[in-house]
């Protein structure tokens, strides 16, 4: 126990009562809640803010327009929950500035909730569905994510409102090795890919003995396709920065870095106020809370590059050396950066904390299995109906979190894969979609868990470009330091191109699985002994694909370029119609004689633009591969 | 690891501010190894980019050899050593992005603008980069464009975002009769 328990509390519960003033006075009003996370402002929610506020003001209202996080809603961008005393909260989606200032006139002033343009409501009610009424929401459990796109992330106020840094308050009354046997025993794994136990990482730096240690948020979130760790920090960096502290607390570390990679701007800034309100509110700093427990946050921005991600890197890198992975042991745990005991953790797994701490350990390890307990966030994107942020307890099946909480397929297509994990995952077929959700499973059938990025692939996805995609990348990103992750991966990387191109061989697919094998028996860290995975499982699940290319120069996805041709049909094209040769960058479309559009091979640079810019009561534009169905076809012309 | 890069020759007086930026990071970071990632990021953020110039002066500061700095300044993607563009073109090459035809996004640039991924245009009215997923997957292909996300990037869009900016677009024919013969 550090200083007076009740004293710390007494200050805590003071902090409490003016923020829920502050909030209950903000909500004795309407208020606009407007979603401006980097998703929310690609799509327009900055113009959507303005003509709320516009709106507000013209009409003199007493309402007030915030902004919050990601709702992980991102499909329906952007999005607004407008809380109007009396009314259920409502949330609106696939706004504009026009409908904005329409809700206003008609909701804020002539009671009309517009419930056409409504998506959900936050609190049961009697007139409008919540979450729980739909699939996702019977689905969905959110521990990391419970207070995103709810809370103004710039304003310390409404987080403690919600019971924020009370984990800390009650710590700080507390052994810290109380903290640390709770996190212990709740077997909570970390979320940064591994799903190494957080607390024997934690109880590794306890036992290193007194004196500096450090603590680090890896926040460097490098797989080409996931944001959760961005969408976290922008939308709720308070419960990141409470973990954190209890992760000081716990392993008496008295300084602490956000790694956050410099490509998110929004993410940066966001922590850095979010810093300075701790700061002023006495939870951060020295003698938190009035306790004897002092402890320093500083963000550092990370330079772009994968394999920084790792943790040995990541800490290199800190020190201005240049990232690349050292050899363990020794831990991080024993001696990391400025070689003393260092616990890393990524954004998820300190975020797990405070929820862990204030409802105890029994109710964590009730959610999910047995050994994976809690839940597990995901960025849901490609080719899913509802794209966006969704948190499922672990052990939901990939068919649930895709077809239920995802809505299944966009535009009908039918499904072909699930990557799972990125650089360093693999793509799951169909066979697959009924295993379980958790790390274990997912290793044993080729894929991982990664950091949460999950892409959902369909028919048009061709296999063997996927894998070269990741391949190609992981290849960019080795640091160069072992010579199966640097050469190995090159070499692969020639005979996929090749592939691609058509210009496969027939035993490229037995070179490809030996060269697998030794990429990743020889590589030091896990960038290269997991760079084969897409490669291998793609090969497992989708062999077919690969011989079409090498044996029949045939991509059946219709993707690879060198091996499709573009071709209008005569029988569909409307001759009157000359969308398709404006819409060519090249003009390799012409009008033949008899009015009837052609392409012109020769300068044809499959853009597909005109296979997009054809009218859809025609659609006379297709892809034909392999190429020499072109000669069948254009035989065959009236 | 990325490949070496050819410097462009500096614009007149651009060496003064080369050094002042330098000399502003310096004082406002102390000069030590851990802070070289901090000094250049300044030193970046200040003149778009990190001229050659600039990485000598500042291992000169730090008693480290200008190889080293250049070593880690190529090691991390994070740093240009081109200059940017008055205009800058990231398109996004993420998962998502490039299943649904990020990489066409990226090649229509291309033959607008004459150059490659990772180029500036020598008038420095455009520079064209690939990045990593920026987050807007559900909008994807995603092109960004001095800060500004521009979703569902068709070719039709590139020529679109060009000429918003007043760039000229060759028209079909001439692009056409560059390559070859006209349509007939
Ligand atoms: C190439 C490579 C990239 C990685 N990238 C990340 C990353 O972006 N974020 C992350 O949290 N962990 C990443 N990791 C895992 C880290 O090494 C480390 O295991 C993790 O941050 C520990 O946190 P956890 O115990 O909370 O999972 C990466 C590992 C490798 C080998
Ligand atoms: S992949 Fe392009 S925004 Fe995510």
Redesign the interface.
Known sequence: MRGNAAAVQERYLKLKAGADARVKALYSEPVIRVGTATCGIAAGALPVKEAFARAVEEKGLPAKVIEVGCMGHCYAEPLAIISRPGFPSLCYGYLDAELAARLVEDFLINDDPCYEFALVALEPNDVFPTFSDFPRGVYEQKIVLEHCGFIDPGDIDHYIARGGYGALAAALGKNPAEVLEAVKASHLRGRGGAGFPAGLKWEAAVKAGSGEKYVICNADEGDPGAFMDRGILESCPHQVIEGMLLCAYAVGAEKGYFYIRAEYPLAVERVRRALEQAREKGLLGKDILGSDFSCELEIFQGSGAFVCGEATALVRSMEGKMGIPATRPPRLAEAGYRGRPTVLNNVKTFAYVPPILNRGVEWFRSIGTEDNPGTAVFSLVGKVAHTGLVEVPMGTTLRQLIYDVGEGLANGKAFKAVQIGGPSGGCLPESALDIPIDFDSLQEAGAIMGSGGLVVLDEDDCMVAIARYFLEFTQQESCGKCTFCRLGTKHMLDILTRITEGRGEPQDLEILEELAEEVRAGSLCNLGATAPNPVLTTLRYFRDEYEAHIFEKRCPALMCKELIVYYIEPQRCSKLCNVCVGSCPVEAIYTREDGLKAIDQEKCVKCDNCLKTCPPDYNAVIKLSPPGLLAEKEGKRP | ??KGVVFLPLLQGEEELIRKSVDKALRKHEA???????I??QVQEALGYLPGLAMEQIAAALKMPAVEVY??AT?????RLHPPGKHQVKVC????C??V?GR?AL??FE??LGIKEGETTPDREFSLER??????????P?VVVDEH?E?KV???RV?GILLSFGKAIAS??E??GK??E???
């Open positions: 690891m990325r030590t190894r851990e802070n070289l990632i901090p250049l990021l070593g880690l090691f991390y993607n994070q740093f090459m993420g998962t998502a490039y299943m035809g066409i090649e229509c033959r607008r990045v990593a997923c920026v987050g807007c997957c559900t909008m994807a995603v996300v979703g068709t070719p039709t020529d079909g024919a692009a056409a390559k070859g006209g349509a007939s």
